[in-house]
């Protein structure tokens, strides 16, 4: 029979552990097949057990810790980081203003630009190195005509497009 918990560890930079918790009741098998950094600086940890009511068979468990207080305030805010680069705008159609948010897997050199239909640059948004994670820019339209438009994300050599409306 086995007793299986769900395992928390921290670890330093070079694998030595820094701290562990268990989780589970030690009567039956706990497993976590997940976890997340939360925004508060703890964990959330899900998975399934079968020590709770077992004759339905498995149930789902989760586990939501407190801050880590090994964790630096920096660590504390800190998110999962994108797994892909990502490009969206809203609201879409605009009017006249608008917020173009892109998601950055790794940090790099960024460009984000504005086109009309005729390939004239009329925006340049972006153009500086940025930290891997979340951004968002705010495109003023009030000096540019009703239309379509289109904003490039070129980040290392990834090139994403999206098509944005101005209906003035």
């Given at each position: 029979?086995r ?27 706990e ?5 997340q ?22 149930d ?5 810790t407190?801050r880590?207080a ?37 940090n ?25 994670g ?32 101005l209906?003035?």
């Amino acid at each position: 029979v086995r007793n299986d918990d769900f395992l928390l560890m921290r670890t330093d930079s070079m694998g030595v552990m820094l701290w562990d918790e268990t989780y589970g009741s030690g009567i039956s098998d706990e497993i976590a097949y997940g976890f997340q950094l939360t925004s508060e600086g703890g964990y959330v940890l899900a998975g399934r057990t079968t020590t709770f009511e077992a004759t339905r068979g498995l149930d789902f468990y989760v586990v939501r810790t407190g801050r880590d207080a090994m964790a630096s305030p920096a660590e504390s805010r800190a998110t999962v980081l994108p797994r892909g680069y990502a490009l969206s705008v809203y609201p879409n159609p605009f009017n006249p203003s608008t917020t173009i948010s892109f998601s950055l897997p790794k940090n790099g050199d960024i460009r984000l630009r504005v086109f009309d239909v005729t390939g004239r640059t009329v925006a340049e948004l972006v153009d500086e190195v940025l930290s891997a994670g979340e951004h968002s820019v705010r495109l003023d339209g009030a000096a540019m005509s009703s239309g379509i438009y289109f904003t490039r994300l070129q980040a290392g050599g990834v090139v994403l497009m999206k098509k944005m409306a101005l209906v003035k």
